[in-house]
């Protein structure tokens, strides 16, 4: 997983195994999945990971059907200032954006704006004629060939755009002197230099993780008209009410900014200095990034994944059409793509539109706990959330804690929550 603090053709899936937002007559709703003892448990165990010098705080909220049926949090949100962790903690949900601007762009897919099999092309003229690596020759030159299809918005929202990470050196190099990520570029300078480099691998082929969110970011931003911290604000954040979800932390909230903490090879926490920890959000940024940079608080994150368990609305607010939702919390990736860089660590899963989709039930009792038909993504700082769209269950779970989850603090909670194992 990309940690830029130290610096996914349907397929018929899981319909036939599950039917999505299912109905039920009151005589075959299953037994609330939390009860007391289940609250006992995940006190327990999450205690056990500040008490143990494992993190430093960790909070964790769950709905249920609706309803608020847990929240805790211990240690601390700041360590050193004797801070507790609490709900109202504003923490660094990195990857955990990139849902959201899922949401944003698919906001617009709900209006015709677009079709997921456009070309990239058609809104960002810098993507046409992309040309694929295809080795060096004997000078240390590259070997390009045309790309044997456009990068299509599909893509974007699966990771199979192509765009190149660090696998191969020559493009690695590249990347790096483009430098497409740095905070002082705009979307549309980021895009322009993310386009100006060859592509890893033909569009369609593999899975893997990349700028291809920060891409959607900028989509957005052609297709609206508005700058992309805008268009969410306007169209997610305010309707939701989510008012304690920024880029840049208001001066005001920063006293509730949760420090990030590195775990050594040894296990030893060390705080990460601030100002690399925290600049991203706490200075004016050009770059607006789809993948990473927003902070937020458990209940703002939570009115998010309620949003989206109740099949795009909350209350009488409605972000996305029930389909909508439906087809984002559909695995989009075909049996043909079979490089999919580190995705099986997460579990039996596919991948739909910017959520990773479970579609078969943990091969063995060291996989992540969960249920078909579940959607979920995490952040470089080890919080994460699900949607349990069977249950209506929905979790969000936060700490500060890199490099990504090394504790195995997400497989403890799910295993909490659900239960242990069961062939």
């Given at each position: 997983m990309?940690?830029?603090?130290?610096?996914?053709?349907?397929?018929?899936?899981?319909?036939?195994?599950?039917?999505?937002?299912?109905?039920?007559?009151?005589?075959?709703?299953?037994?609330?999945?939390?009860?007391?003892?289940?609250?006992?448990?995940?006190?327990?165990?999450?205690?056990?990971?500040?008490?143990?010098?494992?993190?430093?705080?960790?909070?964790?909220?769950?709905?249920?059907?609706?309803?608020?049926?847990?929240?805790?949090?211990?240690?601390?949100?700041?360590?050193?200032?004797?801070?507790?962790?609490?709900?109202?903690?504003?923490?660094?949900?990195?990857?955990?954006?990139k849902p959201v601007t899922g949401v944003a762009l698919m906001s617009l897919y709900d209006k015709g704006a677009f079709k997921l099999d456009d070309p990239l092309s058609k809104y960002a003229p810098e993507f046409a004629n992309m040309k694929v690596y295809k080795g060096v020759d004997a000078d240390g030159n590259l070997i390009l060939e045309p790309a044997k299809r456009p990068i299509t918005i599909r893509d974007l929202t699966r990771h199979t755009a192509g765009f190149a990470g660090n696998d191969i050196p020559a493009l690695a190099a590249l990347a790096k002197k483009a430098d497409a990520m740095n905070p002082a570029n705009t979307l549309t300078e980021m895009a322009a230099r993310l386009a100006s480099l060859p592509l890893e691998f033909h569009p369609g082929d593999q899975w893997s993780y990349g700028p291809s969110v920060d891409v959607q970011a900028?989509?957005?931003?052609?297709?609206?008209?508005?700058?992309?911290?805008?268009?969410?604000?306007?169209?997610?954040?305010?309707?939701?009410?989510?008012?304690?979800?920024?880029?840049?932390?208001?001066?005001?909230?920063?006293?509730?900014?949760?420090?990030?903490?590195?775990?050594t090879d040894a296990g030893v926490l060390n705080r990460v200095p601030d100002e690399q920890a925290s600049f991203f959000n706490t200075k004016p940024q050009a770059l607006k990034p789809g993948g990473w940079g927003l902070a937020t608080t458990l209940d703002d994150y939570m009115k998010f994944a309620q949003m989206l368990?109740?099949?795009?609305?909350?209350?009488?607010?409605?972000?996305?059409?029930?389909?909508?939702?439906?087809?984002?919390?559909?695995?989009?990736?075909s049996d043909t793509v079979s490089k999919r860089m580190w995705l099986p660590s997460k579990g039996r899963v596919g991948f739909g539109i910017d959520f990773a989709v479970r579609t078969q039930p943990p091969a063995n009792a060291a996989e992540n706990n969960g249920i078909v038909g579940e959607f979920f993504w995490d952040g470089a700082a080890s919080t994460m959330f699900w949607i349990d769209p069977i249950n209506e269950l929905t979790a969000v779970l936060f700490t500060q804690l890199v490099p990504f989850d090394r504790v195995k603090l997400h497989k403890s909670f799910r295993d909490a929550v659900y239960g242990a194992y069961v062939p």
């Open positions: 990309r940690k830029p603090i130290l610096a996914i053709l349907p397929v018929l899936l899981i319909a036939s195994a599950f039917t999505w937002f299912p109905t039920h007559s009151n005589k075959d709703l299953p037994a609330p999945i939390i009860n007391e003892a289940v609250k006992n448990r995940i006190d327990a165990t999450l205690k056990s990971f500040p008490d143990s010098g494992k993190v430093a705080g960790v909070s964790a909220l769950i709905f249920e059907k609706g309803k608020e049926v847990y929240y805790n949090a211990f240690g601390y949100a700041d360590r050193e200032a004797k801070l507790p962790m609490d709900r109202n903690t504003i923490v660094r949900i990195f990857s955990m954006t900028y989509v957005v931003e052609r297709i609206s008209g508005k700058p992309f911290d805008q268009y969410l604000q306007e169209t997610i954040f305010d309707p939701l009410k989510m008012v304690n979800t920024h880029y840049l932390v208001p001066e005001q909230d920063r006293k509730r900014f949760a420090a990030l903490y590195n775990r368990v109740h099949k795009g609305s909350l209350g009488k607010t409605r972000i996305l059409k029930p389909a909508t939702v439906e087809l984002m919390a559909t695995n989009q990736l």
